[in-house]
């Protein structure tokens, strides 16, 4: 299909380089008749390629850091001056944890770090739905999207204190989704993607791995970046005025499985040698 947001206009935070899934929304958008201001912090406009997303989609940048209200202020009265009115749809696509690069462990955590966590992650998606409702920015029936993954849900190893972020996000979306869907018909959706080699991602330990597990659980295998873009655009299209206060799985029917049959066989194949088996795993 083509021109679903035709005459749309809006914001997406947290496009980097080419491997980032905003910069995947990005050009989906475009294509799909979307006018839009990306922003991000500034020194990851300075450290990304931002300008070339720019260029090819006829976007104009408004640095902003999330986690400051005086800097989202900012950013919505630059984006309704530059897009002439009020945005259409919104993508927030966050995510960083000091604990997870500097390798602390779930049970040693950096507290100061967690809370940077817990605000860059989480807490910057309140922020941001707040502001847009004090100013009135988003049009009736407007759309905003979060991007989580099902660490909010489940544990997985390595994910650490990103799967407590995660889940704050995704209660944000639904408290503030009854709120907003109440009083201005704006809805507010998370996507639950599966892992993906993301410049953020990459930096989870045993991504590779998770991946791979992932893809072999999946009976539709992993959702690549490029497919999240695609369903993205669809939540920020009228296909969907009625869906909100919801976290969506984009990820191969993964969140819906116990055990495939390639994952069984391989784990099989670990015991096949009985002088392998320690007591521990008997």
Not at 13 to 22: K, P, Q
Not at 46 to 65: H, M, N, W, Y
Not at 220 to 249: H, P, W
């Amino acid at each position: 299909m083509n021109n679903l947001l035709k005459g749309k206009k809006g914001i997406i935070f947290g496009a980097l380089n080419e491997m980032s899934i905003a910069w995947k929304v990005a050009e989906k958008a475009h294509e799909q008749g979307a006018e839009f201001v990306l922003t991000n912090v500034p020194v990851s406009i300075r450290f990304g390629t931002l300008d070339e997303l720019a260029q090819k989609t006829g976007s104009q940048i408004v640095p902003a850091d999330a986690t400051s209200v005086e800097d989202l202020e900012n950013l919505f009265d630059k984006a309704m001056e530059i897009l002439g009115g009020k945005v259409d749809f919104v993508l927030h696509s966050i995510g960083m944890s000091l604990n997870v690069r500097k390798g602390k462990t779930y049970d040693d955590l950096n507290y100061e770090y967690y809370k940077k966590t817990l605000d860059i992650s989480a807490l910057s998606f309140h922020k941001m739905l707040q502001v847009a409702k004090k100013k009135d920015a988003i049009n009736e029936w407007g759309s905003v999207v979060a991007l989580s993954y099902i660490a909010a849900q489940r544990t997985l190893y390595g994910y650490n204190d990103m799967a407590d972020a995660k889940a704050i996000l995704e209660s944000i979306a639904r408290s503030f989704g009854y709120i907003y869907g109440r009083e201005r018909k704006i809805r507010i959706n998370t996507i639950s993607q599966s892992p993906t080699m993301t410049t953020a991602g990459s930096g989870v330990k045993g991504i590779g791995a998770l991946i791979d597990f992932t893809e072999r659980m999946s009976p539709l295998g992993n959702a690549t970046a490029d497919e999240c873009a695609d369903y993205t655009i669809t939540l920020f299209s009228d296909l969907t005025r009625k869906v909100t206060m919801q976290n969506l799985f984009h990820d191969g029917g993964f969140s819906s499985m116990g055990m495939s049959a390639r994952a069984m066989f391989q784990y099989n194949k670990s015991f096949d040698d009985p002088e392998d088996i320690t007591e521990t795993d008997k």
